[in-house]
């Protein structure tokens, strides 16, 4: 008897459990979007991202390419950095990046090395993205969800780049 019903808890706890994690993937994401929405401010191309560990943000940045005049001031690399000196840690073996728009070959070689174990980004970039180069870019071991506020991110993208040409 027990075993009859050992199957049907462990598919409701499982449900619940993906449906916990659809809200927390929707909160990060929409952390990372305010994050977008700083750069965006600024007049940076708006992406941003949050490193979370279990249900908290240790890391956080945006876009500061053209304040700090350095093309490696990309969201990712700037969150990556928070998350490691908050650890004392350059791996991040036990963390989840959340980030608005598909990260970068550079982003995605530096969430390799920190050994990432999740990656959520919002909208794809077919131009820049690492995804044309296949999910083996990142880290064996890093699971990777995609299209979490995808339509969000993708606006406010498009706003700035309409803004920048009129």
């Given at each position: 008897?027990?075993?009859?019903?050992?199957?049907?808890?462990?598919?409701?706890?499982t449900y619940t459990l993906n449906i916990?994690?659809?809200?927390?993937?929707?909160?990060?994401m929409a952390e990372a979007m305010r994050?977008?929405?700083?750069?965006?401010?600024?007049?940076?191309?708006?992406?941003?991202?949050?490193?979370?560990?279990?249900?908290?943000?240790?890391?956080?940045?945006?876009?500061?390419?053209?304040?700090?005049?350095?093309?490696?001031?990309?969201?990712?690399?700037?969150?990556?950095?928070?998350?490691?000196?908050?650890?004392?840690?350059?791996?991040?073996?036990d963390c989840t990046l959340y980030v608005?728009?598909?990260?970068?070959?550079?982003?995605?070689?530096?969430?390799?090395?920190?050994?990432?174990?999740?990656?959520?980004?919002?909208?794809?970039?077919?131009?820049?993205?690492?995804?044309?180069?296949?999910?083996?870019?990142?880290?064996?071991?890093?699971?990777?969800?995609?299209?979490?506020?995808?339509?969000?991110?993708?606006?406010?993208?498009?706003?700035?780049?309409?803004?920048?040409?009129?």
């Amino acid at each position: 008897m027990l075993s009859d019903e050992c199957p049907v808890f462990i598919k409701q706890r499982t449900y619940t459990l993906n449906i916990q994690a659809d809200i927390l993937d929707n909160y990060f994401m929409a952390e990372a979007m305010r994050q977008a929405e700083k750069a965006y401010e600024e007049g940076e191309i708006p992406v941003g991202a949050v490193v979370v560990i279990g249900e908290r943000i240790i890391g956080k940045g945006y876009n500061q390419t053209e304040k700090l005049n350095d093309v490696t001031a990309h969201a990712e690399m700037i969150a990556i950095t928070a998350a490691s000196d908050n650890l004392g840690s350059k791996y991040l073996s036990d963390c989840t990046l959340y980030v608005t728009l598909e990260p970068c070959v550079m982003c995605a070689g530096a969430l390799y090395w920190t050994q990432m174990n999740r990656v959520v980004f919002g909208a794809a970039d077919e131009k820049r993205g690492f995804a044309r180069l296949g999910k083996v870019i990142l880290h064996p071991k890093t699971s990777l969800t995609t299209g979490i506020l995808a339509r969000e991110s993708q606006e406010l993208l498009l706003k700035f780049f309409k803004k920048l040409r009129t």
